[in-house]
């Protein structure tokens, strides 16, 4: 795979807006990897309930509040992403500054938003 999208916080539950990432990106036929809090599937991606190395990883979007992403910086940042989008209400300066420190592109912004508007 190339060029892979993590979605970091992924969510089995349809209602929750990781969820419909995973979709809406598949649709674009992006190449994903997805970690969350239970093992499962949406769509044919397997959300993962532990810590991956990966490859090929161009971008990580977050949909995990500012205290959760804590226990992942040092993973996402050894990943070596070439950006992180930070989703509404994920947004943290800590973190941001963290990755700028690192070489690593951010952007807050909304995932589905940058879809839709064919800028993702």
């Known amino acids: 795979m190339k060029n892979v999208t993590l979605v970091l916080g992924a969510s089995l539950n349809p209602n929750r807006y990781s969820n419909i990432a995973i979709k809406r990106l598949r ?3 992006i190449a994903l990897a997805a970690v969350g809090l239970r093992k499962g ?21 977050l949909y ?3 205290k959760r992403q804590e226990a992942y910086y040092n993973y996402i940042i050894d990943l070596k992403p070439r950006r992180v989008i ?14 700028k420190e690192n070489n690593i592109e951010t952007e807050i912004a909304c995932t589905l938003v940058l879809l839709s508007t064919n800028q993702y």
């Open 64 to 66: 995990l509040n500012p």
């Open 27 to 29: 649709d674009k036929n």
């Open 41 to 61: 599937n949406v769509l044919d991606v397997a959300i993962l309930d532990k810590k991956q190395p990966l490859e090929n990883l161009d971008t990580v979007t």
């Open 86 to 99: 930070f989703n509404p209400g994920t947004e943290n300066m800590e973190f941001v500054k963290l990755l």
